[in-house]
């Protein structure tokens, strides 16, 4: 397998962990029974480096509602924060599924 293949394969399965523990700080946090959450607050127990700059950035709200009868994947902004999470890469320059929604302005 070529090495650029690995390297990428190290970088979505650091993904795909960042972004479960993510999805299950939500689970529990709505299951808790919580109205809505906060963007901030979640992504930084989730163990990412976000301040308020960051959220304006990607155009996230602060708080979001939680809907009991839906996923959280559907209510929960985390597409942004995906990619905000790539650009630790940089020779991907950003995530490389939404690339469009990380350049929103460009489009």
């Known amino acids: 397998m070529p090495e650029n293949d690995e390297a990428f394969m190290r970088a979505n399965a650091e993904a795909n962990e960042a972004f479960g523990t993510l ?5 529990e946090r709505a299951a808790k029974g919580e109205a809505q959450l906060s963007v901030l607050e979640v992504a930084r127990a ?16 602060e708080f979001v509602p939680v809907h009991p009868f839906l996923r ?27 690339w469009y929604r990380c350049h929103w302005w460009a489009g």
Do not use: H, S
């Not at 999805?23 to 689970?27: A, G, Q, R, S, Y």
């Not at 989730?46 to 709200?61: I, K, N, S, W």
């Open 23 to 27: 999805l299950k700080i939500v689970d």
């Open 72 to 98: 959280p994947e559907t209510y929960f902004p985390w597409r942004p924060l995906w990619c905000w999470w790539w650009r630790r890469y940089p020779w991907y320059r950003c995530c490389p599924y939404w």
């Open 46 to 61: 989730a163990g990412f480096e976000v301040d308020d700059r960051v959220l304006a950035d990607l155009q996230l709200p």
